[in-house]
């Protein structure tokens, strides 16, 4: 079996190309040597032709994604159903998270046929639901926060049945940019705390925990009918507590949606895996966040916010009709 994402990752890595073309602030940290993972964890390469075909259409409209850009390791499973979670704003992140693979730098400018183009995928791939997710636009006045809007609308108009999903940066607490985004109606608002706040300055040095929070707790207050979501990494060196803590801490800025995944080592130069969370870590800890009151939980190795989002939307969508009826 071979690894797709992290095996382009690492032989790209080998040459120490991925870090001097795509992470320039990156050169100078020291290596982490990269873990062999755990059977769990690998996946088959990509061979169907829905996968090509997916991947032929957003050549096409020129569309970035975040499951190639990410090396997610689902990349296989999910475009072989058509499912692509769209990345707008350029490929091209303001900021320099210790765990991702997205290329940082300056961006270019914002592209404003972007929103009819990815509205044209999505009506092209007939999606039921979509997740639409972005870099991060710290050097844009609102960060992005219109743009997200209009794509919404687009997508709206041209296929009012999909669900549609945004996962987006916290916009740095700019004036209007969430009233922005919720006024556009997404039907989930998701935004990933990524890892325990303990963490953050190696982790997440650009962000700010409790900002994070704020913003979840926000969408919801200004739209109770959004559904808010939230995900974390595992395996970055967080301790069992301090994951039971952030569930806490969302639940009172009440999210809805919880995903929980492994984290994996994009390159030598990125934050190194402290270990690999073994399945049954992941039960336990979707037994807890229930218990805690969640809506809606995905744990387990290989999940990431988009992964099986539309059959997770539609679970989520049944949970609370049921629980109007009683
Ligand atoms: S899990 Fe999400 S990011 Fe990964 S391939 Fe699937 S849709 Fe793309």
């Not at 979509?130 to 050097?139: A, L």
């Not at 945004?166 to 700019?174: E, G, Y």
């Amino acid at each position: 079996m071979r690894m797709i994402g992290s095996f382009m990752s690492k032989a790209m890595d080998k040459a120490g190309l991925t870090a001097r073309a795509r992470h320039p602030e990156k050169i100078s940290k020291p290596d982490s040597p990269m873990r062999r993972k755990p059977p769990w964890i690998r996946v088959k390469a990509p061979t169907s032709e829905a996968f090509f075909e997916t991947q032929n259409l957003m050549r096409r409209l020129r569309l970035n994604t975040v499951c190639e850009e990410a090396a997610c390791p689902n990349i296989g499973e999910c475009w072989a159903q058509k499912h692509a979670t769209m990345m707008i704003m350029g490929d091209v992140c303001t900021r320099a998270c210790a765990f991702c693979n997205i290329s940082t730098g300056i961006p270019s400018q914002l592209d404003k046929f972007e929103p009819q183009r990815i509205a044209s995928a999505v009506a092209e791939l007939d999606l039921a639901h979509v997740v639409i997710t972005s870099v991060d636009r710290d050097d844009l006045v609102d960060g992005g926060a219109a743009h997200f809007a209009e794509v919404i609308t687009k997508v709206r108009e041209g296929s009012p049945a999909t669900s549609i999903e945004v996962l987006t940066p916290d916009f740095q607490k700019k004036n209007g940019a969430i009233e922005e985004v919720v006024s556009a109606r997404p039907d989930v608002f998701n935004h990933n705390l990524e890892t325990v706040p303990r963490l953050y300055a190696t982790v997440r040095p650009g962000a700010r925990y409790f900002l994070s929070l704020e913003l979840l707790n926000e969408a919801k207050r200004l739209d109770p009918q959004i559904f808010t979501k939230s995900g974390l990494m595992v395996g970055l060196g967080e301790e069992k507590g301090e994951v039971l803590q952030v569930m806490d801490d969302l639940r009172a800025a009440n999210v809805d949606f919880l995903t929980i995944g492994q984290y994996l080592q994009p390159t030598r130069k990125h934050h190194p895996i402290a270990r690999f969370v073994e399945p049954e870590e992941f039960e336990t800890y979707k037994r807890s966040a229930y218990g805690k009151g969640f809506q809606m939980v995905s744990a387990s190795p290989l999940t990431r916010s988009s992964y099986h989002a539309d059959n997770d939307f539609k679970k989520l969508k049944a949970s609370r009709e049921q629980k109007l009826t009683f």
